[in-house]
């Protein structure tokens, strides 16, 4: 009886041989006809996405120079005046798209402007610093370089306004925006069918 246990016990003890798993994953064949549909798929959606990226590039531009305009509005009213923005000058950042004043294209910046002149001068603070998304031209309406703000808050001079529009498009454009702004610091953002920004 002791046996025929030990027996069995050896019986199940000993296992069948196994056979030889297949071996798991891909072959370089079957990884670069996956790579080159993807990279057919990702070629056939891409311009597409185009125009998408254009309104995410234009909204960001848009959202930073308002909040550019309130801050260097708050700090103005904060010391009493002389707080400026003023557009990058051509060739900041290796920028080469603002030759003329009323190309914004390369970014802006806030400053204090003690003297009044509306341009950066040497002991005066930079507060804040903007660089434009890559690809969109930012223009100024009435073509000034600067805005001044006064020791309430309020724009020296008109009205400001701007037309942001994806590069080598117009204002007709889907992604196209504008943003005025009122002496007073209302800001409101406008559809490309409303403009330009004639008023604030």
């Not at 294209?105 to 001068?121: K, R």
């Not at 080598?168 to 992604?175: F, G, H, P, V």
Request: one cysteine or more.
């Amino acid at each position: 009886m002791q046996n025929m246990q030990s027996l069995s016990r050896l019986r199940r003890s000993i296992r069948k041989p196994s056979t030889p798993r297949a071996p798991h994953g891909f072959t370089v064949i079957e990884l670069m006809v996956v790579v080159s549909i993807l990279a057919l798929l990702a070629a056939l959606a891409l311009p597409s996405f185009t125009p998408l990226i254009e309104r995410w590039r234009v909204q960001q531009a848009v959202k930073g120079l308002e909040s550019t305009l309130y801050y260097a509005r708050a700090e103005a009213i904060k010391r009493g005046g002389t707080v400026t923005v003023r557009k990058h000058p051509t060739g900041t950042g290796g920028c080469l798209l603002a030759p003329g004043n009323a190309n914004w294209d390369c970014g802006w910046f806030v400053f204090t402007d003690t003297n009044s002149n509306g341009t950066l001068d040497a002991g005066e603070e930079v507060l804040q610093s903007f660089p434009t998304p890559p690809n969109i031209d930012v223009t100024r309406v009435g073509g000034a370089a600067s805005i001044e703000f006064d020791r309430w808050g309020r724009v020296s001079g008109p009205f400001v306004g701007f037309s942001l529009v994806p590069h080598d498009k117009n204002i007709s454009d889907l992604a196209a925006r504008g943003l005025c702004m009122s002496s007073g610091g209302r800001i409101r953002t406008i559809k490309s069918e409303d403009m330009p920004c004639t008023s604030g």
